[in-house]
């Protein structure tokens, strides 16, 4: 019991770095705000996204080998001190070079931070739990996400100044380092030799794992790709502005917030075959429907629907992953969260494909591709969850 209350305890600091990792879905919102402050182009706005989500194949792997060296703990509470230079850049000086460095230091702490929290988890859940917690820790990170828009929103209305984001996400990330900097966390060791950039890249040569890495690269590009197209959807179909079309990235967040919440309990009693499965599904219905719909509450529905859908791909995946090779959890951490460098390739896609058509549809398009993706995985994860 004691132990149980202990676990508890630690899991307060641990679900505030979930809320600080949701700061990178700020990007979403504010590449729109700065798409309109700096008249840029859709392929030059989606280039912030982008600039984040790179550092997610630069800094994935180190991370991995540097949590050998130091540990856990040390290696989020880095994550964490990055991320708080990233949003205090803006408020130093805002113009469009800035916003770029910003969400460069925004990508790295948030690659750092995803490679080292998830493994941490694991210290303090069991394994067959793990799941499920990853998913209420990806509920945690939606709520961050969810406000991101609102946030802004709000501060534009009332002060005609966005930017107020910025210094109150920042508090919470100091929040954050202080509530995990006090507390104690047990580490387990890594078994074995540890690994070289060599022998980590050659886990891609595992068929699972592969399947896992590309999987996270299509989840967050349509993760991404969702956050920053569906403002620009309303905005072309329906003439309405910014301040009240960026609401559609909140109903997004909103339907993860939903979608991570339930299954936290779902993915806890029930297989996760089949409610992956029924993710995949939702998104490819939600794609569908972006592309057809012209009303307002239409594309709200559909926007829902890729959110809820969207909300528990990940955990499902990484979770496998990890259960797959669990003598290399840092290794393979490493490697999945490379994966969200999908998160930057696909802006950069569908900012291009929309210029060259005119319009959003082009970005919807390369979205389903990544769909369907996630749909042929269904089969594969069946088979993989089955040898587990």
């Known amino acids: 019991m004691e132990n149980n209350k202990n676990n508890i305890l630690v899991l307060i600091p641990i679900m505030l770095c979930f809320f600080a990792m949701g700061f990178v879905d700020l990007v979403g919102i504010a590449s729109n705000y700065v798409k309109e402050d700096f008249n840029l182009s859709d392929t030059n706005a989606n280039l912030l996204p982008s600039m984040v989500f790179f550092w997610f194949l630069v800094c994935s792997v180190p991370t991995g080998l540097l949590m050998n060296k130091i540990g856990r703990k040390k290696t989020v509470l880095l994550s964490l001190i990055v991320t708080v230079v990233a949003l205090i850049l803006p408020i130093v000086n805002y113009s469009y070079p800035m916003m770029l460095l910003s969400f460069a230091f925004l990508g790295i702490g948030n690659a750092i931070m995803q490679v080292s929290l998830n493994p941490l988890l694991t210290n303090v859940i069991k394994a067959d739990k793990l799941a499920s917690m990853l998913t209420f820790g990806q509920f945690v990170k939606a709520i961050a996400s969810f406000s991101a828009p609102i946030v802004a929103g709000w501060a534009a209305f009332q002060f005609d100044n966005w930017k107020l984001l910025y210094p109150i996400f920042m508090l919470f990330a100091i929040i954050a380092v202080i509530g995990l900097g006090i507390t104690t966390i047990e580490e387990e060791q890594e078994e074995g030799k540890t690994s070289g950039f060599i022998e980590c890249f050659s886990l891609l040569g595992d068929k699972m794992i592969l399947l ?177």
């Open 212 to 388: 896992c890495f590309v999987g996270i690269m299509c989840h967050v590009g349509i993760d991404v790709g969702t956050n920053v197209t569906a403002p620009k959807i309303l905005m072309e179909r329906l003439s309405i502005p910014l301040s009240e079309a960026g609401y559609a990235t909140s109903i997004y967040f909103l339907f993860r917030l939903i979608g991570c919440l339930s299954g936290t309990f779902i993915l806890a009693k029930y297989s996760s075959k089949k409610f992956f499965a029924a993710s995949a599904t939702l998104i490819a219905l939600g794609l569908i429907g972006l592309s057809l719909v012209d009303s307002k509450s239409a594309i709200y529905i559909s926007v829902a629907l890729i959110g809820y859908g969207n909300s528990n791909i990940f955990p499902i995946i990484f979770s496998q992953a990890l259960m797959h090779l669990p003598n290399k959890k840092n290794e393979v951490s490493g490697l999945m969260i490379m994966g969200l460098i999908g998160g930057a390739i696909f802006p950069v896609l569908m900012g291009g494909l929309s210029d060259a058509m005119s319009s959003q549809i082009g970005a919807i398009i390369v979205m389903i591709v990544g769909s369907v993706y996630l749909l042929s995985l269904i089969t594969k994860i069946q088979h993989i969850t089955s040898n587990n």
